[in-house]
């Protein structure tokens, strides 16, 4: 044991964790991330307002979503052999599988992240530019607006494996990519 760490704690190679690693440790507290061989760990509870509309836009995906699309929240992608990210919500193109713990990047079409305090600046510069470097085709960032929510849209441009914004939404999120969706923002929390 090392200063104190459990064993669990303690990279089971001198270069880190890797993405399967994840799937081999129940002891690590959920919504627990890679990013680069580390672990990183959600410890601030989880606010309702974020449970709420996490879950509110995912029942609401899950609605309009044609066939050949599905809605899941808080599953991780593995995004390299080092850094598998869970986003708040993800759109995949895979089939349905109940014993699936994670997502391929080219089995995603969407990643959501809803902004809370203690993850600011990853859901704002780190998981983008991951994601983008992924090759996932759409991002979307959830703000906070004096208790309302504002989603900003982003599409993948190809040639630079960069994201560009597609629109600020207020009110109400209308987009037609990945697919078309119109959903009341407001109706997302009580």
């Not at 349905?96 to 080219?106: H, L, S």
Request: contains cysteine; charged residues 25%.
């Amino acid at each position: 044991m090392t200063a104190g760490l459990p064993d669990w704690m303690i990279p089971p190679r001198p270069s880190g964790w890797e993405a399967e690693d994840l799937d081999h440790l129940p002891q690590a507290p959920r919504h627990t991330e890679l990013i680069d061989g580390a672990l990183v760990f959600m410890m601030s509870p989880q606010r309702s307002g974020h449970s709420r509309l996490v879950e509110n836009l995912t029942f609401g995906l899950r609605q309009a979503a044609p066939a050949g699309f599905e809605a899941e929240r808080e599953m991780t992608v593995c995004l390299d052999r080092r850094s598998r990210l869970e986003p708040d919500i993800l759109v995949s193109t895979a089939a349905y599988d109940p014993d699936r713990t994670w997502y391929a990047p080219e089995d995603v079409a969407l990643v959501v992240e809803v902004v809370s305090e203690e993850s600011v600046d990853r859901d704002r510069s780190l998981k983008p530019f991951k994601y983008s470097q992924a090759k996932i085709a759409h991002f979307w960032r959830i703000e906070d607006e004096a208790g309302a929510p504002t989603v900003h849209t982003y599409e993948l441009d190809a040639v630079t494996s960069t994201y560009v914004p597609t629109g600020i939404h207020r009110g109400r999120l209308k987009v037609s990519v990945p697919f078309p969706l119109d959903i009341d923002l407001d109706g997302l929390l009580p």
